[in-house]
């Protein structure tokens, strides 16, 4: 950062658009992963509901 009196404003304008910018971009990743480990383990309760196919005996010809 600089140091000088006239630049300041410039300087903490640029760091807090920087700092919300950093934490939107982690807020919406974590979002996006709780999504998807949602739909993985939806996936996986419709798997295990229901019920395996049973096989089908060919007829002995």
């Known amino acids: 950062m600089s140091t ?28 996006g992963m709780a999504v998807l480990l949602v739909m993985a383990f939806g996936a996986l309760a419709i798997d295990f509901d229901t019920p395996p196919m049973r096989r089908r005996r060919k007829p002995a010809e």
Do not use: C, H
């Not at 630049?7 to 920087?18: A, H, M, Y």
């Not at 919300?20 to 990743?29: G, P, Q, R, S």
């Open 4 to 31: 000088d009196p006239e630049n300041k404003r410039n300087v903490t304008l640029t760091w807090r658009s920087s700092m919300f910018a950093t934490i939107a971009t982690w807020t919406v990743a974590a979002l």
